[in-house]
Structures are given as C-alpha cells and as structure tokens.
Nanobody, 121 residues
C-alpha cells in the first residue's frame, strides 16, 4: 500500500516563507512525475508546481519566482519552498505522485491528504 504524507502546515505572515514536505511510504516499483496542488473552499484544485520524471520543473504563473519544487534523489520526498507568501496563497496543499506498483505496469496517481497553509495579512 502506498501513502503520501504531507507536512509543514502552518500559519505565516504575509511576506514570510514556508516549506512543505511530502513523503511517499510503501512498496512500489518506481515514481515518475510529482506535483503540488492547492485548493480553497468552493474552488477547483489547481496545479502549483510539478516536477517531471527527468526533474524538469514548471510552475503556475501565480507562484512563479516565489516557489521552488524539488525532491530527493530517491524521489520519495517532495518539497515545496514558498517565499514572499501572500494571503492569496492560503489553501490546502496536496502532493501527488505518479507511481508504478510493478515494473512495466501502468502508473497510477496517488494523492496526499493535504496540509493547510494560512497566510495572514
């Protein structure tokens, strides 16, 4: 069984920084792409940043230049460094990962449970 667990939830002031982590637990064959999403009440979940199997990164325009997505060499820990936070960054942040449970098997997307980030003005 695979489980993604986020950490780093917090309340920060506008202009502050926060780092989120996401650890992948369980037994699996490989991890390829990973990403961070966020969601606010009444809105759809939106992509914040993603990192490809080849470690290429991309960001939503709303966070470009303020956030950095990275992961460890084993690809089992994903990070999101967020700087210059604004109240508009307040949301529940979710990580996901494309995981193959066995070699040559199709990958499936697994999600974490989400972690709350609140930015006060």
């Amino acid at each position: 069984q695979v489980q993604l667990v986020e950490s780093g939830r917090g309340l920060v002031q506008a202009g502050g920084s926060l780092t989120l982590s996401c650890i992948v637990y369980g037994t699996f064959s490989s991890i390829s792409g990973m990403a961070w999403y966020r969601q606010t009440p009444g809105k759809q979940r939106e992509l914040v940043a993603q990192i490809s199997d080849g470690d290429e990164t991309s960001y939503a325009d709303s966070v470009k230049g303020r956030c950095t997505i990275s992961r460890d060499r084993a690809k089992t820990t994903l990070f999101l460094q967020m700087n210059s936070l604004t109240p508009e960054d307040t949301a529940v942040y979710f990580c996901n990962a494309h995981i193959r449970m066995a070699a040559y098997a199709p990958s499936h997307i697994f999600w974490g449970q989400g972690t709350q980030v609140t930015v006060s003005s």
